[in-house]
């Protein structure tokens, strides 16, 4: 991908040369913002074709993920600045975090017409929690009382239901939780809780193809594979956020360079992420009509605590020093443009909980103390730096810099290793074959500072591939699942990310990544939230 | 005639075995667990991880499972994607479109390309001989997705004379574009094969006896030269085809085209197995009977080569 992508810079500027002119495009005209509205105009949407059939609990990359968003409301959600609201629930009430009483809106359709009631929920969450249906986001059920009876490790489901799960009435139905989780009801938000209708077990194949949700848009026609998936307005959906446009119509591509053409002539409405070769011109092509705002995702460097000396107290120091010896605020803004931000900390600015300069020191630009500290903790293990990365996405150019930083500032020799895709780079991680330091990202599945630090930094979490461990963070993490309030529990994981932070850097936090979108002259009021996603149902499709 | 052809066809078993074993074994030696990397960058769990594995089968030994897409494949079934849906489903989509594409391109290639290469081949080293050597040089040592890039900054984004994608990509129209910078490269070869033919031909001895016997100019190139310059580039045309219709992936990625290419270039990624052998067998069987063609093709242009 990556030589494509300079490929196309070869391109036009031999196109240049061959015209003798400046290359350019759309200009900076954003047209009228306030231009009459048509309420019933479709616009398109940039996307990739979804991996899997649009099934919320077996759907997880994005190309699906964006679809389900539109087709299905969950019980809750989150607004523009990250707040959580909700949306097919009308109040969720627990008094210990581990005992949840679900209250739904009424009057609420599927949008074949069947009304969503309790059962929705709590037989969509039984079946896509059952480990004979092999659903990709089973483990989101993990906290619920009896999953390890549904979702046995090993041999087939001793239950087939959730035991934490009880229906009151048509309106109203309890979850029962294994122990308590402070921010469950910021998880609720999540894809694999939509409800889903009784259609939907008769045949979960031709549903896969012909999905039908409870959200604001509903299925338009067949999905045309590869091309587009259409969606319109439901007229019955009983939400706040109701549509001021008529539908959108996902459009997929399989380069983002030609999306990006189409976007710059108009064929194409709205591109969440443009090329990272246009990086730096996409201001001059769409003028006003480019955006770039942080979101929900990081970019760190992390070490293999389980391999040799990495592990060792003292190297603490050592990756401390690392990190002073990166400066992230240059790196920032010449070599990526301003597509990203120095990061203080973990946790994204506009994430809720996050608090300023969790680093502290660490991550300040600082050569002397760098090199001292370095030296103090012994020098890097085999004396050099590799840089594991995934060549196929936007890593080379910020690889390349902080690897050139700690060469200049860090004294140390440090060389990158890009793995030619982030399948192959995933499985050397996963399989525990790093030496040195390796790219480790992360994008919120929830806005909160708990998918951050949880999700990475303790004992043993699914994505903590640097086999961190340390037991304060840990009791700290059980204590803040375990507060009363979501305000508490965010301090608590602010101390938490200090900790790790100050006391070990398992990783070094380098940026806070941006959205870098665009959208053409027939849309207007395109805002994105801290998904990157754009807020759908608030695009204005002009006359 | 007729036992060649069988003979030919017969021919075609273990050369499709053999290329569907290697493309099998090649697809599972592929670095990254497929399977696992359907989470992404989540850790997976055991036991889904279980399921789906022995859901595709995959569970079983390289051999077993080989078998298994084997004796389905002659029962009509070329198995089912990672998404679930059948492969023959997603090679329906994809295949009218490349054909078209590719017959686009093969249409372009033969009538543009054999004209130039006779006109340039007649009048040898005049101005427009001089003017097509020079331009399917520059054709040739441009790689296509510069050609192709090119092409759509200036007719698509520049001059707005055509949607710098493909919209819609089973019609002809918009496939048009995309289809002569697919041609181009196969387009230049042609002419200086045929150029050169043309020219050797031209000296030969039935050549000077044609003319001696007063026929007409028309009929000593049309038929004489004609039938015997374009062998060679038969040949050639009969494996490009199949290159066209296989090698076109950075021209559908440029112009957004959902053809072969693409669908091929996402199952490699993705290490999905029935996918990939399932369409690389299609186009394997698409190169077998072009050159069988080919081959009985000499017999019409040479009366010489008899098959027996």
């Not at chain 1, 026609?221 to 307005?233: A, L, M, N, Q, R």
């Not at chain 1, 040195?436 to 591939?465: E, H, L």
């Not at chain 2, 186009?283 to 040479?302: G, K, P, Q, T």
Request: proline fraction near 5%; hydrophobic fraction near 40%.
């Amino acid at each position: 991908m990556r030589g494509a992508k300079s490929a196309t810079w070869v391109a036009m500027a031999t196109a240049v040369a061959l015209t003798a002119t400046a290359c350019g495009g759309g200009g900076s005209d954003s047209g009228d913002d306030n231009a009459a509205v048509n309420p019933d105009g479709t616009y398109t949407y940039y996307n990739v074709e979804p991996q899997n059939p649009i099934i919320p609990s077996n759907t997880n990359e994005v190309g699906g993920g964006y679809i389900v968003k539109n087709l299905f409301r969950s019980l809750v959600g989150f607004d523009e600045k990250s707040k959580l609201r909700m949306e097919a629930a009308e109040s969720i009430e627990s008094s210990d975090n581990q005992h949840f009483t679900v209250k739904l809106k009424p009057g609420w359709k599927f949008h074949n017409g069947e009304p969503q009631t309790a059962a929705s929920f709590v037989d969509a969450w039984n079946w896509a929690s059952n480990g004979k249906n092999a659903q990709l986001n089973a483990s989101w059920f993990e906290p619920i009382k009896g999953y390890a009876d549904v979702h046995p490790e090993k041999g087939d489901p001793k239950a087939d239901k959730l035991e934490g799960l009880k229906v009151v009435n048509d309106l109203e139905f309890t979850i029962e939780l294994t122990k308590p989780v402070s921010t469950f009801k910021e998880q609720l938000f999540y894809d694999a809780f939509s409800p889903l209708p009784k259609a939907f077990y008769k045949d979960t194949k031709a549903f896969g193809e012909h999905p039908i949700g409870n959200g604001p848009y509903q299925m338009d026609g067949d999905w045309s594979h590869k091309v587009e998936f259409k969606t319109k307005k439901f007229a019955d959906y009983k939400g706040d956020d109701k549509p001021k446009n008529g539908g959108v119509i996902f459009k997929f591509y399989n380069k983002d360079d030609a999306a990006y053409n189409d976007l710059v002539s108009d064929k194409l409405d709205i591109m969440y992420q443009v090329p990272n070769s246009m990086a730096g011109q996409f201001k001059n092509d769409l003028g006003k009509r480019a955006i770039s705002q942080m979101f929900g995702g990081n970019t760190n460097i992390s070490f293999p605590l389980y391999e040799g000396d990495w592990g060792k107290p003292e190297k603490v120091k050592v990756r401390q020093g690392l990190s002073m010896a990166i400066d992230r605020e240059t790196i920032a803004k010449t070599a990526l443009k301003g597509s990203k931000d120095a990061a203080d900390g973990i946790t994204p600015k506009v994430v809720e909980g996050y608090q300023a300069n969790s680093c502290g020191e660490f991550c300040k630009f600082n050569p002397t103390k760098a090199k001292e500290l370095i030296k103090e903790g012994g020098g890097v293990p085999g004396n050099k730096v590799t840089l594991t990365y995934n060549a196929d996405g936007a890593n080379k150019e910020w690889a390349d810099a902080v690897c050139n930083d700690i060469r200049q500032n860090g004294g140390v020799e440090c060389v990158t290793d890009p793995k030619p895709t982030f399948q192959q780079a995933r499985t050397d991680i996963t399989e525990r074959h790093m030496k040195s330091a390796f790219r480790m990202a992360w994008v919120q599945d929830f806005p909160n500072i708990q998918n951050f630090i949880s999700a990475q930094y303790r004992t043993k979490a699914g994505a903590n591939d640097m086999e961190f461990s340390n037991k304060d963070v840990d009791e700290l993490m059980d204590k803040a699942d375990a507060a009363k309030t979501i305000e508490e529990s965010n301090k608590l994981y602010a101390e938490a990310e200090k900790k790790i932070l100050q006391e070990s850097m398992p990783s070094i936090p380098l940026f806070f990544d941006h959205t870098l979108a665009g959208y053409s002259k027939k849309v207007q009021n395109v805002k994105f939230d801290s998904f990157r996603q754009a807020i759908w149902t608030d695009v204005e499709v002009k006359k | 005639m007729g036992r060649f052809v069988a003979r030919r066809l017969l021919q075609m078993i273990p050369v499709f075995i053999g290329t569907t074993l290697l493309i099998f074994l090649m697809v599972y030696s592929l670095p990254g667990d497929p399977v696992k990397s359907l989470f992404g960058p989540k850790a997976a769990d055991p036991a889904t991880v279980e399921r789906l594995r022995h859901q595709y089968g995959l569970d079983k030994p390289l051999l077993e499972q080989y078998w298994n897409y084997i004796s389905g494949l002659f029962k009509g079934d070329f198995g089912q994607s990672f998404t679930g849906r059948p492969v023959a489903d997603l090679m329906a989509e994809a295949f009218p479109v490349t054909i078209r594409l590719a017959l686009l391109a093969f249409g372009f290639e033969v009538i543009v390309g054999v004209a130039l290469g006779i006109l340039t081949g007649l009048k040898r080293g005049k101005f427009l001989d001089q003017i097509v050597l020079v331009l399917t040089l520059v054709v040739i040592s441009i790689p296509v997705f510069v050609i192709g890039y090119v092409t759509q900054f200036l007719l698509g984004l520049k001059w707005k004379v055509i949607t710098p994608t493909v919209q819609d990509s089973m019609n002809i129209g918009q496939l048009m574009v995309p289809a002569i910078v697919l041609a181009a490269l196969s387009l230049a070869y042609v002419t200086r094969l045929t150029r050169t033919t043309v020219g050797e031909n031209l000296r030969a001895d039935y050549m000077r006896t044609a003319v001696a016997k007063g026929l007409p100019r028309k009929r000593v190139i049309g038929v004489h030269l004609m039938r015997n310059s374009l062998i060679p580039v038969v040949t050639f045309l009969g494996t490009d085809l199949g290159m066209l219709m296989g090698g076109a992936i950075v021209t559908e990625g440029i112009f957004n085209i959902q053809g072969v290419g693409n669908t091929l270039f996402r199952s490699i990624q993705t290490s999905e197995g029935p996918t990939v052998v399932g369409i690389v067998t299609v186009l394997v069987l698409v190169y077998l009977v072009s050159s069988l063609v080919v081959d009985l093709l000499y017999a019409v242009l040479d009366p010489r080569i008899r098959y027996a």
